[in-house]
């Protein structure tokens, strides 16, 4: 019944975060956003106390059930591992100390240190969410596209064709590589990766070690068949000595499942006046099952709560070359550089739910993975506060949509030399018609020629950054107007 249950919720979280990433319609961030907001790492980047308590707590009383069935990484792990049809294919094996404990500490120099980089390549959440967002989001919109294809041949408009573009190759490099890794470990090994890399894992490991519920050994009923140890994913069951790594289980219930003796129980220890050598007291399975569940469902009732892409225009335009900017540019609601390179995981869940196509990771080496705002696909719309809402790290606070339109993330800078009225001779004002902040006017470059050009004049104290002109701008391959970032957002 444990492993039935587990199994069951752990299918509920996982499909419905995996959703969360995938989603583009605008939709399922309103009902599905908190699941990224329990996630262990981005609870304490935003200090979300109510969340980590109550994630410790179910640490202490359950075990790491966190790891096998809200941690999406972990869940995928078992998906991966349940791909090899051999049976009974695991075995007991150490604790993997040289490597498992410095991992942990060079995680903690990274995010001590500000290394966002390392920092965000060893995050569990962050890793799975640069996988759905690199990976199979990609492949859920030309899904997606196809469908709308084959329904319009059909004169439905039941789907809609999306863009699909590559928004970062060396992130995309290195999600492909997590998959190839996690692929192979869990292949071979189960929950290698959860129980020597992973560090929240081994962070929940000196709780689990006290949990007052555990798998625990009946040693008058074990009959030293192996079959506990040969079907635990995380190799941590020792059934010569009859004793569990508490450190490295994560509570999925197969040892039990696969016992024909009754050997093994999960439960609360045995009252005894004899030290404790794994024996379990009999605890009707009906009520762990109901324990079990409860503290799920309870854990996600903590939770705290897309619009449809319409870009206006015509005619296609062409791609550009995104300038290079002095100050990278950030979302309203991250407050300054500073804050988003500090308190970012790298998720990746803002870029996914990102509408108009601005956000996309880094390439630099040091915040590689964070999100920085570009204006080639799209424009950062006064009205759209979706990455605001959606960020489980605090590293984008909730703003809402009249107080976005005040936020100033950066300014707008005019290149002369780009500008078509003076290189092509043909009269333009896209950024002037398009500026929703009303900043940008068109004046002539002489005022004492009457048939002088009309070019953008910009007022800085009321640009807000959204990238509107850049995006509309028809110079290729450099647009005659951009957008310049500010370390820290002003209100205008």
């Known amino acids: 019944m444990l492993r039935k249950i587990r199994t069951i919720l752990a299918a509920v979280f996982f499909v419905l975060i995996t959703l969360l990433f995938l989603d583009f319609t605008g939709t399922l961030h309103h009902w599905l956003s908190w699941m990224a907001k329990i996630q262990f790492l981005p609870a304490v980047m935003a200090l979300n106390l109510v969340v980590v308590i109550a994630l410790v707590l179910l640490t202490l009383i359950f075990g790491r059930i966190y790891c096998s069935v809200i941690c999406p990484l972990g869940v995928f792990q078992d998906v991966l591992a349940r791909l090899r049809r051999k049976k009974n294919k695991y075995s007991y094996s150490k604790e993997v100390r040289w490597l498992r404990y410095p991992m942990l500490v060079v995680f903690i120099i990274a995010g001590v240190a500000g290394i966002g980089s390392l920092f965000q390549l060893l995050a569990p959440y962050s890793s799975y969410g640069r996988m759905a967002t690199m990976l199979f989001q990609p492949l859920w919109k030309m899904c997606n596209n196809l469908l709308a294809v084959l329904a319009e041949r059909a004169d439905s408009y039941a789907f809609y064709t999306v863009d699909t573009w590559m928004r970062s190759l060396p992130v995309f490099i290195i999600a492909a590589i997590t998959l190839v890794v996690l692929v192979i470990l869990a292949w071979r090994g189960g929950r290698t990766y959860c129980n020597t890399i992973c560090p929240i894992g081994t962070i929940l490991s000196f709780l689990a070690r006290f949990s007052f519920l555990k798998i625990r ?90 619009e449809k892409l319409m870009d206006g225009g015509l005619a296609e335009l062409e791609d550009k070359v995104a300038p290079e900017r002095q100050t990278p540019l950030t979302p309203p609601g991250s407050l300054s550089f500073q804050n988003l390179s500090t308190r970012c995981t790298g998720c990746q869940l803002c870029v996914s739910e990102c509408p108009n196509q601005v956000l996309r990771p880094s390439s630099d080496l040091m915040h590689l993975m964070q999100p920085t705002m570009s204006y080639e696909h799209g424009y950062c719309r006064p009205e759209c506060n979706r990455c605001s809402e959606v960020c489980p790290a605090g590293a984008i606070k909730p703003v809402d949509k009249d107080e976005k339109t005040s936020i100033q993330i950066g300014h707008a800078v005019w290149i002369k030399k780009n500008c078509v009225p003076i290189t092509d001779g043909v009269e333009c004002g896209n950024c002037a018609r398009h500026c929703p902040s009303g900043a940008i006017e068109m004046v002539p470059l002489d005022e004492n020629n009457e048939e002088s050009p009309m070019v953008p004049a910009i007022n800085e104290a009321a640009c807000i950054g959204c990238g509107a002109c850049e995006y509309v701008c028809p110079s290729r391959p450099f647009s005659a107007i951009y957008v310049e970032g500010h370390e820290v957002h002003r209100k205008i």
């Open 217 to 306: 050994f009946n040693e008058d009923k074990c009959k030293n068949c192996s079959m506990c140890s040969k079907n635990c994913k995380a190799a941590c069951i020792d059934y010569k000595t009859h004793t569990v790594d508490y450190s490295r289980c994560v509570v999925c219930g197969n040892c039990i499942d696969k016992c024909k003796f009754g050997a093994l129980t999960y439960s609360l220890p045995k009252k005894s006046s004899k030290p404790n050598n794994g024996e379990a007291s009999k605890i009707d399975a009906s009520k762990r099952s109901f324990l079990l569940a409860s503290a799920l469902v309870s854990t996600a009732a903590l939770a705290q709560k897309k």
